[in-house]
């Protein structure tokens, strides 16, 4: 079994920062991308973004220049500078483990509640 753990969510007032933790741990051989969501109340979920096993990153033009991710191995962070009260979500962790020769399955974490209030 894989498991994808979170950790670093809560209130920051406007303007402040947060850093998410996301550690995936179980039978994995290796991992391919590893990426943040966020879905707001009564929102769809959306990619926040996303960082390959080479460290290449995308992200959604709403978090460009404020937030930025970074990866060790297993374990996925999202720095957040500048919070605005639109990123007020819950974050979800994923990543695209590879379990075995032609078994590749996507993971999610169980999600950070995410405040930005005054």
């Known amino acids: 079994q894989v498991q994808l753990v979170e950790s670093g969510g809560g209130l920051v007032q406007p303007g402040g920062s947060l850093r998410l933790s996301c550690a995936a741990s179980?039978?994995?051989?290796?991992?391919?991308?590893m990426g943040w969501y966020r879905q707001a109340p009564g929102k769809q979920r959306e990619l926040v973004t996303t960082?390959?096993?080479?460290?290449s990153t995308n992200y959604a033009d709403s978090v460009k220049g404020r937030f930025t991710i970074s990866r060790d191995k297993n374990t996925v962070y999202l720095q957040m500078n500048s919070l605005k009260p639109e990123d007020t979500a819950v974050y979800y962790c994923?990543?695209?483990?590879?379990?075995?020769?032609?078994?590749?399955?996507?993971?999610w974490g169980q999600g950070t509640q995410v405040t930005v209030s005054s």
């Open positions: 960082i390959t096993s080479s460290s």
């Open positions: 179980g039978s994995i051989w290796s991992i391919n991308a």
């Open positions: 994923n990543a695209q483990c590879v379990l075995g020769y032609g078994d590749i399955r996507n993971y």
